[in-house]
């Protein structure tokens, strides 16, 4: 079956870990994003990348790294210096115009 | 004004009814337009592309105006499980960067 994947499903972390979300996708999509979802907000962008070894800056990428070595694979790293990390963490991938995008199940982050 | 605005409801509808939601885009240039439902505390899902002369999928119609810079959703018959929250998306550029989400409308269908 082609999908994203993501795990892990729950993640909690202590204050001033690092901590790596994962996200593989075998739809064999150009595109991958990260997006950041509050209680009752709509999604933020916060990475994003077109092809392997390219990524980009979305709207709220301060505290947060990325990688992008292979197609499948796109990993977010939630950094000591984002200052809010608890969040649901929503990774998508599109191809081709126009673009829609398919998302994995998500990672809910806890950081106390 | 919002890239991409949606009335947040609460959308309280009885089972069997029609219910109609909009969208309202800034960017006039915007190329492309989807609905995405999502599910409590679950990724969104993509409901439908809306195209330049509407399209339908079963209960579904979806409708893009344009001159107003809005986008609908009408679903017709509505089940119980139509309840979810209905994300408006926009990719105003074309390319894979640009695209917009809408903080979605609740519906909430009642027996």
């Known amino acids: 079956d082609g999908g994203i994947t993501q795990s892990p499903k729950y993640l909690f972390r202590k204050e001033g870990q690092n901590v790596t979300l994962s996200c593989e996708q075998n739809l064999n999509h150009d595109a991958m994003y990260w997006y950041r979802q509050d209680p009752g907000q709509g999604l933020r962008l916060i990475y994003y990348s077109q092809i392997v070894n390219d990524f980009q800056k979305g709207d709220i990428a301060e505290g947060y790294s990325v990688s992008r070595e292979k197609k499948e694979s796109f990993p977010l790293t939630v950094t000591s210096a984002q200052k809010n990390p608890t969040a649901f963490y929503l990774c998508?991938?599109?191809?081709?115009?126009?673009?829609?995008?398919?998302f994995g199940p998500g990672t809910r982050l806890t950081v106390t | 004004r919002k890239e991409v605005e949606q009335d947040p409801g609460p959308f309280n509808v009885p089972e069997g009814a029609t219910v109609a939601f909009n969208c309202t885009y800034s960017?006039?240039?915007?190329?492309?337009f989807f609905w995405y439902r999502q599910d409590c505390r679950k990724e969104p899902k993509l409901l439908m592309s809306v195209y330049s002369s509407g399209n339908e999928d079963g209960r579904f119609t979806a409708q893009l105006n344009r001159a107003s810079q809005y986008i609908s959703l009408l679903i017709r018959d509505s089940k119980l499980s139509d309840s979810a929250t209905y994300l408006c998306?926009?990719?105003?550029?074309?390319?894979?960067?640009?695209?917009?989400f809408g903080t979605g409308t609740k519906l909430q269908v009642i027996p």
């Open positions: 998306v926009v990719n105003q550029s074309g390319g894979y960067q640009k695209v917009t």
């Open positions: 998508a991938s599109s191809n081709r115009p126009p673009f829609e995008q398919y």
């Open positions: 960017n006039s240039a915007s190329q492309s």
